[in-house]
């Protein structure tokens, strides 16, 4: 881990929890998990790097601590702590790819049939999730059926305009034409 942290006394297991955060110092993860608890900013900081710092510029001191809260693995872990998912913590913090797969046909149906596992067969409820599945299901069976099966055929810029040329009449391999 970049940067000594001495005075602390941490297991094996934090540090290899820092690690898989993607956390570059394991203070990061202090840091964090003190600030899920509620601890202001600084005060956090105070405790997590053990006061160094704090006789910097106020102002070169706030951009670092803005800097250390605006990281992704810090925001991973308040939430952790805060008993929240780190996804609801930002709404466009959605990879494309995770929205692909969210939105994707078979995870719908996936779903659609978690949710009907979860009521009582014959429920209203359950019933319901029954015809959103079969709606859905023909709705992707339509899709199916009217994909574009158009072939394009592409003439070349140059297309002979008569015989002086085509390269097919000029080698001979062509008799006729205009």
Known sequence: MEGETTGYTL???IRKKAKALGMKDVRYYIYASLRGTGISMRDAWSIAFQGQG???DKAILEREMNKLESLESVQ???AEVQGKKAENIAEDSVTPEELA??????QILKDLVVVKGKYKPGSKEWTEAVKMIADYNKIKQDEMQSEDTTCHFYLPINYPRGREDCYLFKNGLCKGGK
């Open 11 to 13: 297991s094996v297991d």
């Open 54 to 56: 704090l006789n910097w």
């Open 76 to 78: 991973k872990r308040i």
């Open 101 to 106: 797969k969210a939105t994707s046909k078979e």
